[in-house]
């Protein structure tokens, strides 16, 4: 089994700025393409970004375009998330995994966007 770790979470104030990391100790991301996924609380869990094995190919839902950016370090064995102008629906917990979700889950960081 394959634990993802999330981290980079918090509370911060609308217009403001996180960082996400997603690393798999022991295990390498290298061949997956990965995704950051959320889920508000009360709602399903969806993707919201994606990046190629490569990192050169990325993909994002209409609601957090030009606002965020899907990064990796393949040699580091890291996905991230830069999460810039937040906004209080962006409050989620936000999980890592593969494109089709074929990890476990890990337990996700918590964001919370508010004033």
């Known amino acids: 089994q394959v634990q993802l770790v999330e981290s980079g979470g918090g509370l911060v104030q609308p217009g403001g700025s996180l960082r996400l990391s997603c690393a798999a100790p022991g295990r390498t991301f290298s061949p997956y393409a990965m995704g950051w996924f959320r889920q508000a609380p009360g709602k399903e869990r969806v993707i919201v970004a994606t990046?190629?094995?490569?990192?050169?190919?990325?993909s994002y839902v209409d609601s957090v375009k030009g606002r965020f950016t899907i990064s990796r370090d393949n040699a580091k064995n890291t996905v991230y998330l830069q999460m810039n102008s937040l906004k209080p629906e962006d409050t989620a917990i936000y999980y890592c995994?593969?494109?089709?979700?074929?990890?476990?889950w890990g337990q996700g960081t918590q964001v919370t966007v508010s004033s």
């Open positions: 990046v190629g094995f490569s990192g050169i190919i990325t």
């Open positions: 995994n593969t494109r089709g979700g074929t990890f476990d």
